[in-house]
Structure formats: structure tokens, C-alpha cells
């Protein structure tokens, strides 16, 4: 297979045994493994999110240093091929290794710049993931406020969230109904519209037989006037025939 490929595969291996809590090293084999790929391909994109992610895995296994340092590299590559999403995931790693460090209020203001990327993209399943994961830091890193006030805006985003997708599957469901109202509309009207052709149809067909009768009758007509004629003709014919010969008979001694 081609580079690319393989990296597909390997990625969605780190991806299925991270969201499973797999062994640690079968998740990082996987990633390092779809970052040689990508670095095979030469496609620089694919390379900076896979740094990106390698952070990602680094970060939660408690390697800060070693997170913020693939983070870093994974950084100018987004920006160079204007990968928003590995911009902005190395951003939100750069700033949770930072708070990680001990650098709070520089790593607080790149995490929540990585937030507004996502917002702004109009991903904002990730922006909520991305609050959820500064208030943890925060937490540890024991400003409690800055963990509180991350919660919260974690909370809103997914209320929103939330709407958004009632709102949409209620979208979905009107216009489902919608669709199926109108196929039966339009199924009865074809009813309709049949019933009315096969109307029309038998009115045609007694109007057809109507005429074909009152041809037939005419036609009958016809034949027994002249029938009649030929009768009446005959009979004239032998009424004088008869006359005649009476006349013969008479002055015949």
C-alpha cells in the first residue's frame, strides 16, 4: 500500500485503542508508525497533525516536555500548509504541556486561542473538548479559578450543543414528514388523476358504442327503406300485372 494509505490505517489504529484505553505502547507505536508514513508521503499536512497527535498521546501519559516539544514542530508545519485543525491541535497541546510545566497564564491563553480556532471553524464539539481539558489542567495545576470559569464555558458550549442537535434532528424528522406527506399527496393525486383518465376513458368508449350504434341504426334504417321500395315496387308491379290481365280476360270471347 501507499504511504498514505498506511497512514490512514495507522492512525485509526492509535485512534480505536486511545478511545478503548489500549496498552500505551500499542497506542504509541501507532502513532509513531502514521507519522513515518506521512513523513514518507512528504505530505507536510498529514505529517503536522500526526506531531500533533503523538503530543496529544504524550500529554496524557504526563510527558509535558516531550508533548510541547512534538507540539512545537507540528506547530510551523499547520501554519506553512494552513492546516487549521493541526494548528489548532498543536496549539491546544502546546498550551495544556505549558500549564502542565507550571507556565499557567501562558499556557491558559494558548489553550483558550486554540478554542477559538475550533469556534471559529465551526467545530465546536472539539471547543467543548477543549474547555473540558484546560479546567482538568487547570485544576492540577491548582488555579481553581481559571478551572471553574473553564467548566462552565465547557457546560455552555455543550448545552449548545445540545440544541443545535435537537434542533437538527427535529429539522430532520419535519422534513422526513414533510416528504412523506408529500409522496402521499402526490399518490393520491396520481390516484385521482387515474381514476379520472379511466372516467374519461369509459365516457369516451360509451360515446364510441353510442355512435356506432345510432350508425348501425341508420344504416338499418336505410336498408329497410329500400327493402321497403323494392316491396312496394314489387307490389305496384303486380297489382298492374293483375289489372292486365283482367283487362285481357275480359275481351277475350
Known amino acids: 500500500p501507499d504511504p498514505m494509505t498506511l497512514n490512514q490505517v495507522y492512525t485509526m489504529r492509535g485512534i480505536v485503542h486511545t478511545d478503548d484505553g489500549g496498552d500505551p505502547a500499542v497506542v504509541l507505536q501507532a502513532w509513531s508508525d502514521a507519522l513515518d508514513q506521512a513523513t514518507r508521503a512528504g505530505a507536510d499536512a498529514v505529517r503536522a497533525l500526526g506531531l500533533a497527535n503523538l503530543a496529544d498521546y504524550h500529554l496524557r501519559q504526563c510527558h509535558p516536555a516531550r508533548a510541547l516539544e512534538l507540539a512545537e514542530q507540528a506547530l510551523p508545519l499547520a501554519r506553512a500548509t494552513r492546516s487549521l485543525t493541526a494548528e489548532g491541535a498543536a496549539r491546544s497541546n502546546i498550551g495544556l504541556a505549558k500549564i502542565a510545566l507550571g507556565k499557567v497564564a501562558e499556557g491558559r491563553a494558548e489553550a483558550r486561542a486554540a478554542i477559538t480556532l475550533d469556534e471559529q471553524q465551526g467545530a465546536l464539539?472539539?471547543?467543548?473538548d477543549g474547555w473540558l481539558d484546560l479546567?482538568?489542567?487547570?485544576?492540577?495545576?491548582?488555579?481553581?479559578?481559571?478551572?471553574?470559569?473553564?467548566?462552565?464555558?465547557?457546560?455552555?458550549?455543550?448545552?449548545?450543543l445540545l440544541r443545535d442537535e435537537t434542533r437538527k434532528l427535529l429539522l430532520e424528522a419535519q422534513e422526513r414528514q414533510d416528504a412523506e406527506q408529500r409522496a402521499r399527496d402526490i399518490e393520491l393525486l396520481n390516484r385521482?388523476?387515474?381514476?379520472?383518465?379511466?372516467?374519461?376513458h369509459q365516457q369516451s368508449l360509451?360515446?364510441?358504442?353510442?355512435?356506432?350504434?345510432?350508425?348501425?341504426?341508420?344504416?338499418?334504417?336505410?336498408?329497410?327503406?329500400?327493402?321497403?321500395r323494392r316491396v312496394r315496387r314489387a307490389n305496384e308491379a303486380l297489382a298492374h300485372s293483375n289489372a292486365s290481365l283482367k283487362r285481357q280476360s275480359e275481351t277475350d270471347p
Do not use: M
Not at 125 to 128: G, I, L, M, V
Not at 135 to 160: C, I, K, T, Y
Open 135 to 160: 479546567g482538568r489542567f487547570l485544576e492540577r495545576a491548582g488555579d481553581l479559578p481559571g478551572a471553574v470559569a473553564a467548566f462552565r464555558e465547557h457546560r455552555r458550549a455543550r448545552d449548545r
Open 125 to 128: 464539539a472539539y471547543a467543548a
Open 192 to 200: 385521482d388523476n387515474a381514476l379520472k383518465a379511466e372516467q374519461v
Open 206 to 228: 360509451a360515446l364510441t358504442l353510442w355512435s356506432a350504434l345510432g350508425g348501425c341504426i341508420v344504416v338499418s334504417l336505410g336498408l329497410l327503406y329500400q327493402a321497403f
